[in-house]
């Protein structure tokens, strides 16, 4: 069973920036596919970003290329999205999760599959004002 901790939401006006991040449970971290999702009111939930245990692959919505970063620490077990350039559309509760390490693949089908991701985090709420 993995646990994930997400923190480092709230409230930013747009233009702005925030660093969620995301403390996970395990020996095998380094061994995780973590992805950040959200839900913003009225939307569908939807992968934000999302890194492979190697790090080799890396995925961004085209929504966010360009204002978020997402990176992990293996050592510190945590994941970070950096969100910059805020937009109002970005108001959203953002989910960390991950795949416990299921799976040793470089397969881009594998990191942007939703069905890939198996344990989630509480969620952090993040709301950009106009």
């Known amino acids: 069973q993995v646990q994930l901790v997400e923190s480092g939401g709230g409230l930013m006006q747009a233009g702005g920036s925030l660093r969620l991040s995301c403390a996970a449970s395990?020996?095998?971290?380094?061994?995780?596919?973590m992805g950040w999702f959200r839900q913003g009111p009225g939307k569908e939930h939807e992968l934000v970003a999302a890194?492979?245990?190697?790090?080799?692959?890396?995925y961004y919505a085209d929504l966010v290329k360009g204002r978020f970063t997402i990176s992990r620490d293996n050592a510190k077990n945590t994941v970070y999205l950096q969100m910059n350039s805020l937009k109002p559309e970005d108001t959203a509760v953002y989910y960390c999760?991950?795949?416990?390490?299921?799976?040793?693949?470089?397969?881009?089908?594998?990191?942007?599959?939703?069905?890939?991701?198996?344990?989630w985090g509480q969620g952090t709420q993040v709301t950009v004002s106009s």
């Open positions: 999760a991950t795949d416990g390490g299921a799976y040793n693949t470089g397969s881009y089908y594998y990191l942007t599959s939703r069905s890939t991701f198996t344990y």
């Open positions: 395990g020996r095998t971290f380094s061994r995780y596919t």
């Open positions: 890194i492979n245990w190697s790090e080799g692959k890396i």
